[in-house]
């Protein structure tokens, strides 16, 4: 039965049930007590009561730490995701314990946001209040009043951009790489151009999964947290020949991402090319297509998943459609 008392100027409902911990929640006026209490008793006789005490007592803030501690160290992007959830975690929303995260405190903070980043990064931190919202209740058995994230609506992104590399572009690019003091740039660069190789998947190469005689190289763990066999091209093969051997036995011996978009970004400005290093995934699936390659071909070599996704990075000159037609 409810018990309603006066405690410090306002009304305190307490609600002992058999099988049920006590429920505790106060009110500043008595017949607001008195209504929450009748609703909740026909809740826990209809065994229909969700305690959302621990959704009072919990701040986003506890709660995406959590996340980022337990759940981030497990993921291939931890270092970004990490960085994207102490940047959230320092915003007035994760002050809000979980109750008060309302469809409009949410939709707030999206517009807000809105004012200096683009969609794609205002949506990342949606995401990620969403992710963490139902670690809390999955994981964290915390009850949630509320389920903004299904209501507020994602902002609607630019098209997926991507760009080929001219055989121009490339030359100049190659010519500025082979003058830099990153020995190595020339390799990647070709690499990405003639193979399909990630950036991810270039750094982690070692000169142990390659073989020299078959022109073939084994990608270990990649972003699809598979392994794949691929192909090499010729002029591949000779600049790995020319590389120095790492004491860690990788063909780019770096650590930080950083350096690599550094050195690939003086290369390109002296070039004056102005393309992404991830261009030349789309330059290598571009002319495997008008080469004549294989839906699967070109998934093997690049290891694409969807072909929504290989489709994306394929951009055909109408003037090679045109020559096919005859």
Same mark, same amino acid.
């Given at each position: ?12 409902? !307490? ?13 500043? !006026? ?18 229909? %009561? ?14 995406? !730490?959590?996340?980022?501690?337990? *759940?981030?160290?497990? &993921? ?32 707030? %903070?999206?517009?807000? /946001?809105?004012? @200096? ?8 931190? /949606? ?63 070709? /690499? ?9 998947? *270039? ?12 022109? @073939?190289? *084994? !990608? ?9 066999? *691929? ?23 770096? %650590? ?27 330059? %290598? ?19 694409? &998943? ?18 096919? /037609?005859?």
């Amino acid at each position: 039965m409810a018990t309603i008392r006066k405690l410090r100027g306002k009304w305190q409902v !307490l609600i002992r049930h058999k099988f049920n911990k006590p429920i505790y929640k106060t009110f500043s !006026l008595k017949e607001d007590a008195k209504t929450w209490a009748r609703k909740t008793e026909l809740n826990i006789e209809q065994g229909t %009561f969700k305690d959302h005490s621990l959704a009072s007592r919990y701040t986003l803030r506890e709660v995406i !730490l959590n996340y980022r501690d337990k *759940i981030t160290p497990n &993921k291939k992007g931890r270092i970004e995701e990490t960085y994207k959830i102490n940047k959230l975690a320092r915003d007035p929303i994760a002050e809000k314990k979980l109750s008060d995260l309302t469809p409009l405190v949410v939709l707030g %903070f999206r517009d807000e /946001l809105a004012k @200096t980043l683009k969609p794609s990064s205002v949506n990342n931190y /949606l995401n990620l209040i969403s992710v963490s919202m139902s670690y809390a209740e999955k994981i964290l058995g915390i009850d949630l009043p509320h389920k903004p994230m299904l209501q507020v609506k994602r902002l609607r992104e630019a098209n997926f951009s991507g760009k080929v590399i001219s055989y121009e572009e490339e030359e100049r690019l190659l010519y500025w790489s082979r003058k830099s003091k990153a020995y190595w740039l020339t390799v990647a660069i070709v /690499l990405g151009i003639d193979c399909g190789l990630r950036r991810g998947e *270039i750094l982690k190469l070692k000169f142990s999964d390659i073989n020299f005689d078959k022109h @073939t190289a *084994i !990608l270990k763990d990649t972003k699809n947290s598979t392994d794949r066999e *691929i192909g090499l091209s010729t002029r591949v093969v000779n600049e790995l020949k020319k590389l120095p051997r790492s004491l860690d036995d990788r063909i780019i011996p770096i %650590f930080t991402i950083n350096t690599f978009r550094f050195y690939f970004y003086q290369a390109k400005k002296r070039a004056r090319v102005k393309k992404r290093f991830h261009d030349t995934r789309h330059t %290598f699936a571009t002319r495997m297509t008008e080469k004549g390659w294989s839906i699967t071909e070109l998934a093997q070599q690049g290891g694409w &998943k969807q072909l929504q996704v290989l489709k994306r990075y394929t951009h055909i000159d109408a003037r090679v459609l045109a020559r096919k /037609l005859g």
